[in-house]
């Protein structure tokens, strides 16, 4: 077996666990299958991304982090899920942030991942991630925003379309700047993502790729 299909192949046996259980009696069926379909989605585009190079370890880590995020929030829905409610007890809260946790990590995954495909396989790097254009974090950052942007749509439009039955969906439990804070958050995990991580991605990158990232001059 080749090593991106290994790898691969225990990200999903080991997430199957938390799948099963997440569409195990979930709180609402329609809510459980829009929030948990970046999962599945996710997992196509990493088995069609291996034809062409091994994701870095680090990434999938990250998927598989994200993923868990999104499955429990779905087998709750996200104004629901204990963890945010003892934060908010403990803090004194009006409402359940669980789902910011979630927007935090929709920038921070997606800007590793986009900047992984952007080295392998984009002018901006060779298929060794051998060098790293100065535009490379900047577009990254802007593309992770863009899905954030679409996810906030998709929301929307989902709620035009269902009415009252995709109210557990969009979460805003009467917060008027909720779209707003989601795409902040999304923001703040994109940028935590390109400052304090790429050094820690660049070296995961070296492993799978054999060749160390070399900034550009």
């Keep these: 077996m080749k090593p991106a299909t290994r790898d691969l192949a225990?990200?999903?046996?080991?997430?199957?666990?938390v799948v099963a259980w997440s569409a195990w009696g979930p709180k609402d069926r329609f809510t459980w299958w829009l929030e948990t379909a970046p999962v599945f989605i996710g997992l196509g585009l990493?088995?069609?991304?291996?034809a062409r190079f091994r994701l870095s370890r680090l990434l999938l880590g990250l998927f598989w982090l994200h993923g868990v995020l999104l499955l429990v929030g779905g087998h709750y829905t996200y104004a629901e899920v204990p963890l945010g409610e003892w934060v908010r007890?403990?803090?004194?809260?009006?409402?359940?942030?669980?789902?910011?946790?979630?927007?935090?990590?929709?920038?921070?995954?997606?800007?590793?991942?986009?900047?992984?495909?952007?080295?392998?396989?984009?002018?901006?790097?060779?298929?060794?991630?051998?060098?790293?254009?100065?535009?490379?974090g900047f577009l990254a950052g802007s593309v992770a925003m863009g899905f954030s942007a679409l996810y906030e749509l998709i929301e929307w439009g989902t709620a035009v379309?269902?009415?009252?039955?995709?109210?557990?969906?969009?979460?805003?439990?009467?917060?008027?700047?909720?779209?707003?804070?989601?795409?902040?958050?999304?923001l703040v995990g994109a940028t935590v993502a390109l400052v304090f991580f790429t050094r820690w991605h660049d070296r995961s990158l070296a492993r799978v790729s054999g060749v160390k990232i070399r900034a550009e001059e």
Excluded: I
């Design 89 to 136: 007890e403990w803090c004194g809260g009006t409402r359940n942030n669980y789902d910011k946790l979630g927007h935090f990590t929709q920038g921070f995954v997606p800007a590793l991942f986009v900047r992984e495909l952007l080295l392998r396989t984009s002018p901006l790097g060779d298929a060794q991630g051998r060098t790293l254009s100065r535009w490379t």
């Design 10 to 17: 225990v990200f999903a046996l080991s997430l199957a666990p």
């Design 161 to 186: 379309f269902s009415g009252e039955s995709a109210e557990a969906f969009l979460g805003t439990q009467g917060y008027l700047w909720d779209t707003q804070s989601d795409m902040g958050w999304a």
């Design 46 to 50: 990493a088995w069609a991304a291996r």
